[in-house]
T-cell receptor, first 114, second 116 residues
Framework: NAGVTQTPKFRVLKTGQSMTLLCAQD?????MYWYRQDPGMGLRLIHYSVGEGTTAKGEVPDGYNVSRLKKQNFLLGLESAAPSQTSVYFCASSYPPGGGEKLFFGSGTQLSVL | KQEVTQIPAALSVPEGENLVLNCSFTDSAIYNLQWFRQDPGKGLTSLLL?????REQTSGRLNASLDKSSGRSTLYIAASQPGDSATYLCAVRPKAGGTSYGKLTFGQGTILTVHP
């Protein structure tokens, strides 16, 4: 049972470089989310999607872009990485309200920006 | 803006004790509340989900209660074991309406250590 899979698991970037984090889920969930987790700040929502082809901003969207071209995939892009984006990134998915809203998380991506 | 606070930030107990973790939220207009467990270096695992119309949910040794009007939830762990050591987080989903469903707000978590 794969659930929510994130790639890569670790990445080191230099300031100004770009990268894409991939999230894939095999549970046919409508909703998908990208969070970042920082010490003392907890989990903060970056962007989320309520269905294929739709995305919305969360609490801390600046410096990130997302795309949901296929229902099972949710991509998080950093166009020009900054040291402030050093964090652990988590993807999650769920059914919409009324269909069971438990969130299922991936195992995270540890990103360091030097 | 919804704010979620968890108290205590850390808790250390001997094996076998019953314990309570607290979660409070500032906006009572929630759709549901979830409790999660996070092990070091891992993702979060959903433990219990309480709908706004419910008062409590139980799973094994875990019991979560919700008092929406006062903005509080508790997670009760009975007969704690060393394997329960982890960080426990609560998260609230806003009340139904538009796409705000997606904007879950998390507390910062309680780090639980159960020592033998």
């Amino acid at each position: 049972n794969a659930g929510v899979t994130q790639t890569p698991k670790f990445r080191v970037l230099k300031t100004g470089q770009s990268m894409t984090l991939l999230c894939a889920q095999d549970m046919n969930h409508e909703y998908m989310y990208w969070y970042r987790q920082d010490p003392g700040m907890g989990l903060r929502l970056i962007h989320y999607s309520v269905g294929e082809g739709t995305t919305a901003k969360g609490e801390v969207p600046d410096g990130y872009n997302v795309s949901r071209l296929k229902k099972q995939n949710f991509l998080l892009g950093l166009e020009s990485a900054a040291p402030s984006q050093t964090s652990v990134y988590f993807c999650a998915s769920s059914y919409p309200p009324g269909g069971g809203e438990k969130l299922f998380f991936g195992s995270g991506t540890q990103l360091s920006v030097l | 803006k919804q704010e979620v606070t968890q108290i205590p930030a850390a808790l250390s107990v001997p094996e076998g004790e019953n314990l309570v973790l607290n979660c409070s939220f500032t906006d009572s207009a929630i759709y549901n509340l979830q409790w999660f467990r996070q092990d070091p270096g891992k993702g979060l695992t959903s433990l219990l989900l309480i709908q706004s119309s419910q008062r409590e949910q139980t799973s094994g040794r875990l019991n979560a209660s919700l008092d929406k009007s006062s903005g509080r939830s508790t997670l009760y762990i009975a007969a704690s074991q060393p394997g329960d050591s982890a960080t426990y987080l609560c998260a609230v989903r806003p009340k139904a309406g538009g796409t705000s469903y997606g904007k879950l707000t998390f507390g910062q978590g309680t780090i639980l250590t159960v020592h033998p």
